[in-house]
């Protein structure tokens, strides 16, 4: 990707001590994580000519046979603020791009990889799991599972839904 390498970055220090920390604004953090993230992943796909949802559909879209077109579209409809059409929209750019093909029989219409389509699904794989080690630098495991409870325990207190599968 084109951020600096770990070599170049400063030491990461808080913003605010402990005892300010507590007092700070959990809807402005959390929507500056989310920004700062998404924007990171969303850069490494560009540099692979991918959106987000383009991506998304070809991890739908299983490499050993076909996938109901409808069925990409139900999982996915409630991704971020894409919605069914903007999963539509990604599902037929991906089909003019040669990397999905799709049959209709019987009045279904199913997808599948094309081999250009499976290799930069494999190729963006990898780079996705650099990308995480990136956003998981100095985090162990436990602690990323602690603050996505919390989260989650604060959209149950204000009786938000967040969905993902």
């Not at 970055?9 to 998404?38: C, M, R």
């Not at 630098?137 to 989260?151: C, F, H, P, Q, S």
Request: hydrophobic residues 40%; glycine residues 8%; without cysteine.
């Amino acid at each position: 990707m084109t951020n600096d390498t770990n070599a170049t970055k400063p030491v990461f220090t808080p913003s605010h001590s402990d005892a300010e920390l507590v007092n700070q604004p959990i809807g402005y953090w959390s929507s500056a994580a989310g920004q700062a993230v998404v924007h990171h992943i969303r850069t490494m796909l560009a540099e692979e000519g991918l959106t987000q949802p383009q991506w998304w559909v070809l991890n739908q879209v299983p490499v050993d046979g076909p996938r109901d077109r409808a069925e990409v579209v139900g999982i996915l409809r409630g991704y971020l603020e894409f919605g069914e059409g903007g999963i539509e929209h990604n599902i037929d750019a991906l089909l003019r791009r040669k990397l999905l093909t799709e049959e209709t029989a019987g009045g279904v219409r199913r997808l599948a990889r094309t081999e250009a389509g499976h290799a930069l699904q494999q190729r963006v794989a990898a780079r996705q799991q650099e990308t995480r080690q990136q956003i998981h630098e100095g985090i162990d495991d436990a602690e990323y599972v602690r603050a996505l409870k919390v989260l989650q325990r604060m959209i149950h207190n204000v009786n938000g839904s967040a969905w993902h599968h």
